[in-house]
């Protein structure tokens, strides 16, 4: 097992880590679940260069707002506008990916830490304990 010393600086450094991940959530932007892509693609007319291999690009909004899974062709405005809220979707899941990972090791952390203390606590006193007194019985 580590040293007390080491687990205390472990710990230490992950709680450093949770206030800028408590403001990555509670940032103000919209968020959208999804992902902006570019996808290729056939046309369908004969004598088109797509059916060549030289496939058609467009770039789509992978929408997954709703119960399914939707391809939306965006550009221009809409096209900048959904990028950013799907970066920000993604950076705010990502926050909460380490958050649950630095919580689970911060709780293993605070585990080794009891019972090395405690483990002191039985070296240093545990021949010392006062005898026990038995119910109904007064000094």
Same mark, same amino acid.
């Given at each position: 097992m580590p040293s007390p010393s +080491?687990? #205390?600086? $472990?710990l230490r450094l992950l709680a450093e880590e949770i206030p800028d991940l408590v403001q990555c959530a509670v940032k103000r932007?919209?968020?959208?679940?999804? =992902? @902006? +892509?570019?996808?290729k693609r056939k046309c369908g007319k004969? &004598?088109? #260069?797509?059916? #060549?291999?030289? =496939? +058609? @690009?467009?770039?789509?909004?992978a929408d997954r707002s709703g119960n399914r899974l939707r391809n939306l062709? =965006?550009? /221009? %405005?809409?096209?900048? =506008?959904?990028t950013r809220m799907t970066? !920000?979707? $993604?950076?705010? $899941?990502?926050?909460?990916?380490?958050?649950? &990972?630095?919580? $689970? !090791?911060?709780?293993?952390?605070?585990d080794q830490l009891e019972e090395l203390r405690r483990e002191v606590a039985v070296k240093r006193h545990? /021949? %010392?304990?006062?005898?026990?007194?038995? %119910? /109904?019985q007064t000094s």
């Amino acid at each position: 097992m580590p040293s007390p010393s +080491h687990l #205390r600086k $472990r710990l230490r450094l992950l709680a450093e880590e949770i206030p800028d991940l408590v403001q990555c959530a509670v940032k103000r932007p919209p968020l959208w679940r999804g =992902l @902006v +892509h570019d996808i290729k693609r056939k046309c369908g007319k004969p &004598n088109c #260069r797509c059916t #060549r291999g030289e =496939l +058609h @690009v467009s770039t789509v909004l992978a929408d997954r707002s709703g119960n399914r899974l939707r391809n939306l062709t =965006l550009a /221009g %405005k809409t096209l900048a =506008l959904f990028t950013r809220m799907t970066e !920000e979707y $993604r950076q705010v $899941r990502k926050a909460r990916a380490r958050l649950v &990972n630095i919580t $689970r !090791e911060m709780l293993s952390l605070f585990d080794q830490l009891e019972e090395l203390r405690r483990e002191v606590a039985v070296k240093r006193h545990g /021949g %010392k304990l006062p005898p026990s007194r038995e %119910k /109904g019985q007064t000094s």
